[in-house]
């Protein structure tokens, strides 16, 4: 892929290079109205100025979306929509294009539109009306099956013939930066013990999974499905992905439908939504799938999964970073597009805004792990930190950040920025 220069100066190391324009949701001090933005390099555009300006006239779209709170109405005109403005977008900010000149020679336009990054508020880029959780992760589901079961009964007998998934929370889903209380609920003190009695309070098992989570744009009618060929198009875009658990209580109340209070006190995602055809040039091939999938799932296209380089790091309080693990998207077994396909097979309507998680994303390799579980065997091993400091689960005041970041910064990097978290106490009910 060539380099793409731009007028406006861009570090090598921004995860928002030319070749992304990812999309999200900015207030100012000046203007505290929430709406819509592109970042590029350390500075953002805001839309609602620069549609203002007319400077989308030549594009023949309805602008009244760039006036929005959210990226709903936008992302509801559909792919086609989303990539020529993109285009558009690169151009305004390219050298040597005959539309560089609408933003580059207009300094009153980059008075109003053209903000340094870090003078932003950053908020949720979508209304989140339903939030669907996937377990597309094989190596992530196997070694805690693993823990749990023994390997030969780590996966059950569906994991590879479709999306395992649950529904998850939305109205707990928020934007990086958010802190997030520790949740109370109630927990075994000894799993081996007969009678099983729990006790309640905090949960002593908050752990982290480092997830890729996919907006919906285009929906879909009720009784109609999303075909899996088409299914790429119904996708907005994509953010990074901390679906917060706790173990202990998920331990103790899973069976037999599944995660509750485990999850639904926080999910993290990253402000800045990279579009899908953003990530078009680093598709891969995901976990090779060796059981024949029914016609509904099956794709076309091998390279179905993204090279996207991920990494967390854990800062506790008072002490310095550490850099726990490094994954990489690609390690699923299903695609998005066989997620979102599967999801509407029986007619599920689905809504621009929804979002779906990846489940956690884990490599074969020590370090890959996508969970703190995984990292410490199930809380048999610790994990040594810098400063002196051990972890084996998340204590009160560690903060959790994700990166994501594709490409090399000779082509120019395509990323998400951060996705972070602070964790607070518990509340103290009784």
């Known amino acids: 892929m060539a380099s793409l220069s731009s007028w406006l100066p861009i570090p090598k190391s921004s995860h928002f290079s030319l070749a992304n324009i990812p999309f999200g949701i900015i207030s100012t001090a000046s203007k505290s109205t929430p709406r819509p933005a592109i970042a590029i390099g350390d500075h953002v555009l805001d839309l609602a100025e620069f549609a203002a300006s007319g400077a989308f006239s030549s594009l023949n779209i309805d602008t009244s979306v760039f006036s929005k709170s959210t990226l709903n109405d936008f992302a509801a005109l559909g792919r086609p929509v989303h990539r020529s403005v993109r285009q558009y977008l690169q151009d305004v900010f390219a050298e040597n294009t005959s539309v560089a000149q609408v933003l580059k020679s207009n300094n009153a336009l980059q008075e109003k539109a053209l903000i340094k990054r870090d003078q932003v508020t950053m908020h949720l880029p979508f209304r989140i ?10 190596n992530h589901a196997f070694n805690v099956g693993c823990l749990f079961r023994g390997p030969d009964n780590a996966l059950q007998p569906n994991y590879t ?15 990086s930066g958010t802190p997030i209380t520790r949740p109370n609920g109630q927990t075994l003190d000894n799993p081996a013990a007969t009678p099983k009695v729990p006790v309640f309070g905090p949960s002593k098992r908050l752990d982290i999974e480092l997830e890729l989570g996919a907006f919906v744009s285009t929906p879909n009618e009720m009784g109609k499905n999303v075909n899996v ?6 996708i907005f875009g994509y953010v990074l992905l901390n679906d917060w658990s706790a ?14 209070l485990a999850k639904n006190f926080g999910s993290t995602i990253s402000p800045w939504v990279v579009l899908t055809d953003a990530l078009e040039p680093f598709r891969t091939t995901g976990i090779k799938n060796d059981t024949q999938l029914l016609p509904y799932l099956q794709e076309k296209d091998e390279k179905n999964a993204y090279d ?24 699923l077994l299903f695609s998005f597009p066989q997620m979102l396909a599967h999801h509407t097979i029986g007619g599920c309507p689905m809504a621009p805004g929804d979002l779906l998680g990846s489940g956690t994303i884990s490599g074969l390799e020590p370090g890959s792990e996508g969970s703190l579980l995984e990292l410490s ?7 040594s930190l810098q400063g002196g400091v051990e972890r084996k689960f998340l204590q009160d005041g560690d903060t959790i950040t994700l990166y994501g970041v594709a490409g090399t910064e000779e082509t120019g990097l395509v990323g998400f920025g951060e996705c972070s978290g602070k964790i607070l106490p518990a509340p103290k009910l009784f």
């Open 161 to 175: 013939h479709l999306p395992v998934g649950y529904h998850g929370r939305a109205s707990s889903v928020v934007v």
């Open 308 to 331: 996207i380089r991920l990494q967390v790091d854990i800062t506790p309080e008072g002490k310095p970073t550490t850099n726990i693990l490094n994954s990489n998207s690609k390690h």
């Open 247 to 260: 173990r202990d209580i998920q331990a103790w109340e899973y069976v037999p439908l599944g995660p509750f």
């Open 377 to 383: 065997k199930g809380g048999k091993e610790t994990i």
């Open 129 to 138: 009306g339903d939030y669907t959780d996937f377990y597309a992760g094989k």
């Open 229 to 234: 060929a088409d299914a790429a198009d119904h």
